[in-house]
Structures are given as C-alpha cells and as structure tokens.
C-alpha cells in the first residue's frame, strides 16, 4: 500500500472536499442514527474501564492553574463541567516535566502559565480534588504530560532569560526563526526522562487514572522523535525513535503493569505533502523535509506499544501547517477519520496486543462533533473512540444531550478558534466563542439566577448577541420582545454561512433559531421578525430597559468609480450572488477573513477568476493562525492573486488601477509555514519593508467590497436622546464592531445583569 499517496491525496483533498455532498451533510446536526449504541459502550484500557467512547480532547490549560502551578478552582471546575456533560474520559492539556531544563515553559520568578505536577507537593492536592470530581461524575482523567515545547516555545526565554530555546538539534524557533534553538544534550534527555516517571508516578499517587503523552505536532517529544528535526549524528538519542520508547518504559517502569498509558502522535507531519517542491527551495522548510513517513510512524508506533503504551490518538501535521493538527471551520467533517483507520488497520493485520494482552484502541480526532458521524465512525470500525475537543468547550453536555436524542439542543462549535486557541496566543486561557460560561465556570452559574424583579425588556436585533441576551433574560424571569427586520435570527452570520465551508456557522445559525423557539415556549419571550423598530415604537412599549444589537453596516471605499453599479458589497453578493453571473475577472477589496472567504467562494464554488487587493502587509491579520493558513494555502492552489501592500486608485468599467509595492521587503502573501506575531511581541530582527510602488491595472467585470464595518449606532443614539427606556444598552457589532466570542458574552454579561 502506497501510504505515502494515500497521505498526499487527503492533504490536497482538503480544499475542495465540499464538491461531494455526502462530505458536507457529515457535518450537519442531525440525529438519524440515534440511538447512539456505540457512542456509549463502554471500553477497557488496561485497568481502567471507561464508561462510553467520548473523550475530552487535550485544549492547553494556559492560565487556569495558579501561577505556581497549583490547579485552581477555575481550572477543577472547567474541567468537573465536562465530566458531568457525560464524556467517558477527561484529559487535560499540556502539562510540562521538563521546568528547568526548557526555558520556554518557565516564567521569570519559577512561575509558570502551565499546571504542574513537579513543583511541590502544594500543587498535589489541586489535582487530586480534580481526579476526585471527576470520578464522581462516572468520568475518568489522564494527566498529558510534555517533554517540552522545545522549538515551538515562545523565544521571549532569549530576552527574559537570557537561553536560548532548545530543541532536538539546531532548528529555527517557529516564532522568530532567526532566533536558533540549541540541542538537548544527552544528560538533559535523561532528565526528562526521569521527570516524566516521577511525574507518572505522583499522577497515579493522586487518583489520576492514566497518562497521556502529547507526541505530535512538532512539540519537544515530536522534535525528538522524528528526523525532520532529529538530525543528531552520535549518541543514543541520535536514533530518533529512543526519546520516546525510553520515555514509556520509564513510566511503566514506575507506575506498574495495570496504569494506562496514552500517546498522542501524528501520522505524518504532512509537510512534504503540503508544501511539495517548496520542501526543497524554501529555506523555512528545507531543514524538515526528511519527515518521518507513515510506514516509519506505524513501525515506531509497534514499538512504543511493546514498551507499554496502551492506546493513541492519531491527526496529522505540525505547527508549520498550523491547519491540520487545529483544523479550522474551513476543513472537513471527521477529517482524519482515513488517519485512524489506517492504523486501526495495521495493528489488526499484525495482532499488535497492549502488554496486558488487550487490542489497542485508536481514538479518531478532527471535527467529529456532529453525533450521526461519530456513532457511523464507530459502527463501521474505523476507530474505537472519538475525541471532542473544541466541541465540548463549546457545550459541555454534548454527549449527555446525545445520549438522550436531543441533538437539536447542542451547541455547536463554529471553528473560528478565536476563543480556544487564538485566546492562548493573546494572553488569556480558553474559552468559547458560543459558550460565554467557558473559562468561567467557577463564577457563572449553569442556571442564571432569577431577577428579584421581572422587567419588561426590548431586545433590537437577533444576531448572536442580541438572541443570547435576549434568552439569558427571559431565563431570569424577565418579560422580553425581541425585534428583527430579517425573517429569521442570525444577522451578519445569515450571508456569513452561505459559503460551504461555512458549514459550521450555518449549524450555528440553526441552533439560535431552534434555541430561540425553545426558549419561547417556556419562558416569556416573544420574536417578532420582519419588524423594523423605532425609537417612538420602543417608548410606546413602556420597557423598563431596552438592548440595542443593531449590527454594523459595510464600510464604503472613497476612490473614483467605487459607486459604479459593478462595485457591490461583499455582505450584499453572499446574501444573492446573482451579481456574479456571467462575469469572470473579480476583484475584491479588503484582504481580512471577509474578503478571503468570499474569495474562496468565488474561486472554488462559482469558478470564477479571482484578486484580492489588501493595504496591509498581511492578508486575515488577526485571525487563528490555522484558519488563516487553510484558506490562504488553499487559495494559493485555487490561483487566486492575493496583492498585499496594495491600495486602489481608481475603478473603471472593466479594470481596477492599485498602487502595489513591489520592493523585496514586502512579505510574501502566500507563507503559512510561519505566524504573524501578536502586536505586542515585537521582532528586534524583522527586516523592514521599504517602499517601491508601482502603478497596476486589474482586469475586473465585477469588484466585490470587503473593507470592513462600522457600528450602526444611530438607533442606540436616538434612543438615549429621546430617553425610551429608563435602561438603555448598546452591544454586539453596534457597539464595537469584533466577533461573535465578543457578541456572545456581551449579550450573556448583559442578559445576567438586567
């Protein structure tokens, strides 16, 4: 069998994998299979028996323990939450044993941003209340223990610390790569080694039913163990397959024959399959094109289960194809759902058996949150557990509301990764951007507590802002009406979800409704669409206090020819593409998540030739590093021209004339095998861009406008100046234009304080 084809087929499938309509009803909410007999048969690993096939995916814990590392009650109850929505297993994210040894995982003063285990025996009793809690909601915990983040650590250690990153051998820190990281030497491997038994050791001490060793995505244990960064010539961890053997029989060593070990490894990094020929012309990329391949994975897996290991989880890539191990919005269903089988496969051809003689399970992970194509995953036997990540963050009752047959109630994840992932990179802990109590659990009731006194209350505009305040409201007691121009709730993600890969947002969109109707059946609430709202409306109401979700409007582009009947709005061409007939050279104006989505399905889904003209050096500056790499990559293949430093002069009848700079310096648009740093982490060694322009002309039969918003203010304005209410609020986009994590709490915060 020709894995290594297989591979390069499922990577470039990724792009248009919606043109099969059985790809994309995979990922609709729907319940035809129920009952879920499979989801929830129990399974045994080693000696511990878990209650059905769910596990809580590994999310990082980054700034839920206390700073000394000790978990705190935000983090027990973070992770108590998900117990008690019914997943069968509980796994936390990283947690390092190598403080001391790598410099990035260690702050200034011993403190920490990660739980630890290694400290001091204060932080035991953190995790022994978690192990206990869980264990009282039928959930089982494993403990994910790192050797290290190694390269893909933060490089501030440089400037904070005064060392240099470490990593398997000399390779480039992801971040900043001029920055080196320095070899482990054998003594430090050793000592990592030792950490993690001890750190098992103390795990099993604490009631901690397992542990769980995060070997993919190109962190210090994949750096180890893969030659794409193991190019040590001498010494016994020039073998790249010690590292981790030796890691295991450490932790059998220590913890005996009957405490569950997991590993968590990627099937390849998938870089050559991505990037191709760059692998060989792209300085970025070179050092890494002697990948592990898919045979030597499965060989090495063999090998960890006859040191002990008892179960895996199997994805693919690394952080420099950031998409495929955090798979965005943007990919498809049940994406590695091949990846499991294949390995699935190759232990049942070759009787593999755990070291206590049972098979061993292989948990299938990527975007499986939709219960009719996990339960099918299991039934088919393509795995033998399914990993929910970001779908339990955002609801963590998902397998208890599947298990009872109420899909309809679940929340659905979006993909937009603002919350869960990007949250880590901006400096805060995880959260959700549909779930507002994510992150907060130890401070925001389940159930609202009821208003002491019910009020009558407006609520203007049913995006997500203003349905979720309207709902938490109407929870509480209070007597709401909300009010929209539009037929159903949703606002700007109603043309927001009309590309195919927006198909999680169009889940989304359901759910509000669904959730709306509900809502209005058992409590007092009342949605009147099709209604548009006045200032002398709302006073007439008599409402004690009124809440403006008003949306935003699109921003216009002050340059001759913007108000030509070719020039429409971006919003205006998702909500009715008709425009698009019949033309065939697009240009759109406006490089942020907007203009690209549209771009993509311009590209993809209309086949039409498509250019995208961005100011800043950046396109999708600001968004999740993965869900900006996807579409980037993918446009890049599709032969969409993506044009940064770039600003329109002019719009004619069949042209668009920009001024371009073309000077070296400007980054090139199309690398997604490295970030854009936060505002706030400078790069002392980034080249600056000098200016060259040059004057260009786009041959264009339509030009689309994706610029960007601006609140629609003016009716919150309007109702405070003719005082309609003795409360009036404004929030959502009309407020300040951002995202739905922003709208979401901001109606909720709202909802609880009316």
Partial sequence: MDYEERLRQLVSGFGDWFADDAKLRDGRMTADLYPYTHLFQP?????????????????????????????????????????????????????????????????????????????????YAGWRILAENCHAHGARFFIQLTPGLGRVGSPECLVKKYKLPISSYWNPNFYIPEVPCRPLTNRECWKIIDNAGQAAADAKGLLIDGVYLHGHEGYLLEQMTNPAFNRRKWGTFADWQAFGTELVKE????????????????????????????????????????????????????NLVRAGVDMFDVDLGCYDNWWLPHPPASMPPGCYLEVAKIVKDYFAERGVKSNVGLDVPIVAVGKLGYPDLAERALREGMCDMIMLARPLLADPEWPNKAYAGRVSEIVPCIGDQEGCLNEFLEGGHPQCAVNPRTGFEELLPETPPLAEKPKRVAVVGAGPAGVVCAMTAARRGHHVTLYDRNPKAGGMLIPGCVPKIKYDVANYVDYLNAALEACARDHDLTARFGTAISPDDLRAGGFDAVVICAGAKPCGLPVPGADLPHVVQAVDLLRDPSPADGKSHIVIVGGGSVGCETAYFLAYELGKDVAVVEMLPYFMKGVCTANRGHLIHHLERKGVRLLNCATVKRIGEREVVIARNVSPTVPDPYVTWRPILPENVPNPLARPIREELREETLEADLVVLAVGLKPDDALYEACVRERVAPEVHNLGDSFSVGRVFEAVKAGYRVGLAL
């Avoid at 403080?99 to 011993?110: A, K, L």
């Avoid at 220590?254 to 390849?268: A, E, V």
């Avoid at 399959?273 to 090495?300: C, D, H, I, P, W």
């Fill in 43 to 123: 399974i045994q690993v080693n000696g511990v028996k878990i209650r059905n096939r769910i596990v809580m995916g590994p999310m990082g814990n980054i700034c839920l323990a206390d700073e000394t590392g000790r978990p705190s009650n935000k983090m027990i109850e973070y992770f108590v939450e998900r117990a008690k929505g019914g997943a069968g297993l509980i796994t936390s994210g990283l947690v390092p044993v190598s403080h001391g040894v790598d410099p990035s995982v260690t702050e200034p003063g011993d403190l920490s941003y990660f739980p630890r285990i290694d400290r001091s025996r204060t932080n």
């Fill in 251 to 302: 932790i059998r060593k220590r913890t005996g024959p009957r405490y569950p070990i997991m590993y968590r490894i990627d099937l390849s990094l998938a870089l050559n399959a991505t990037y191709g020929e760059r692998m060989q012309s792209v300085k970025g990329l070179r050092k890494f094109r002697n990948e592990r391949t898919v045979e030597m994975t499965l060989e090495y897996m063999v």
